[in-house]
């Protein structure tokens, strides 16, 4: 059983407006504190060993200019690279490019800060969805890597057999309400963020989902 409490409420998230190419762009932004040094989790991030062990599998070339490929997810090319406190990179899926930004931070000794930027145009799907289209599978991604760096042992499991249980379809919905609040802090209109944030739920949990019904 993977232990969720508190997790949704240790992410802070914001959707932010920002500017791609001179285009008008959406950014959506996670931030989270993790009890362990900048250096070890510039090395959890950065690391295709570590990186496979709370998200999933990585190829390629981890370095500037070089490209990558997430298992079963996005490929690029790291565009930025300043060890240990942040790096860019693009991300494309099929013939869509989008763009992340992380960012580094020591608090204190014991404790540092991630926050991760998924900057994309606006288009028909974010209009369906709303940030939670991907921010629900960021928030996926920051417990995996909550329980990697708090936990010995921790294996990642497998995402859609996790996302059926009772504590996976929990953490999707209370993902996805946390998205839809945001939304309506980044200036959308509230019905209009809370029906997106409904349809990026139900994408998560039932089976049957019909986007187009």
């Given amino acids: 059983m993977i232990r969720t409490e508190g997790q949704v409420e240790a992410v802070a998230r914001a959707v932010e407006d920002r500017e791609v190419e001179g285009e008008p762009a959406r950014a959506v932004v996670l931030s989270q504190t993790y009890a362990t040094s900048i250096e070890d ?7 295709a060993e570590r990186i496979a062990r709370w998200f ?14 997430l298992e079963g997810n996005a490929g690029g090319t790291v565009t930025a690279c300043d060890r240990p406190t942040a790096f860019d990179a693009t991300w494309e899926m099929g013939d869509a ?19 991760l930027t998924h900057i994309a145009r606006p288009d028909d799907h974010w209009g369906l969805f709303g ?11 920051l417990l995996g890597l909550a329980l990697h760096l708090t936990s010995n042992g921790f294996e990642r499991p497998e995402g859609e057999e996790w996302l059926a249980t009772p504590e996976g379809r929990q953490f999707a919905i209370d993902s ?3 998205w839809g609040e945001a939304h309506i802090a980044g200036g959308e209109d509230a019905d209009t963020a809370r029906a997106a944030a409904d ?9 049957d989902f019909d986007p187009g019904a």
């Fill in 41 to 47: 989790l510039w090395e959890a991030v950065t690391t």
């Fill in 56 to 69: 999933t599998g990585v190829s390629g070339d981890l370095r500037l200019g070089g490209r990558y490929q």
């Fill in 97 to 115: 490019m989008s763009w992340i930004e992380v960012r580094l931070t020591p608090v204190d000794g014991d404790h540092s800060r991630l926050q």
């Fill in 131 to 141: 940030p939670g289209a991907v921010g629900v599978g960021w928030d996926l991604g």
């Fill in 176 to 178: 996805g309400k946390a």
């Fill in 199 to 207: 349809r990026t739920i139900a994408a998560y949990t039932d089976p």
